[in-house]
Structure formats: C-alpha cells, structure tokens
C-alpha cells in the first residue's frame, strides 16, 4: 500500500462523558469519525487499549 492510499484525510471525534453513559458516548464518537467508512464490518477488529495514556509507567512516561 503507497502512502494516502487509504487516508486521504484525518477524522478526530471527542465527545465528554460519565461512567452511566460510556458506551452509548462511545458508539456517538464512532458514528462521529464515520467509521463504517473505513472499517470492513466482515473482517474481525481488535481496539487496543494505549496503557501508558492510562496508567504511569515510569520508563516511557518522562
């Protein structure tokens, strides 16, 4: 795959949330960067949590 082939521009969605209503936010946030435009609902998806965003690690978060 060359470079652009698949994005021709960035999506950025953000909404706020509370604990009661995450996952109602988080189906918002995805229909908000349009994601059915870009991922294949035939093909199995993985979302990997970023750990060092959530968490402190001392060696990768200084």
């Known amino acids: 795959m060359e470079d652009g082939d698949n994005m021709e521009k960035?999506?950025?969605?953000?909404?706020?949330?509370r604990?009661?209503?995450?996952?109602?936010?988080?189906?918002?946030?995805?229909?908000?960067?349009?994601y059915r435009e870009y991922l294949d609902p035939g093909q199995d998806l993985i979302l990997k949590l970023n750990l060092s965003w959530t968490k402190y690690f001392p060696a990768c978060s200084t």
């Open 10 to 17: 960035s999506v950025v969605a953000a909404v706020i949330t």
């Open 19 to 34: 604990p009661q209503r995450v996952l109602d936010d988080y189906r918002r946030v995805m229909e908000l960067a349009d």
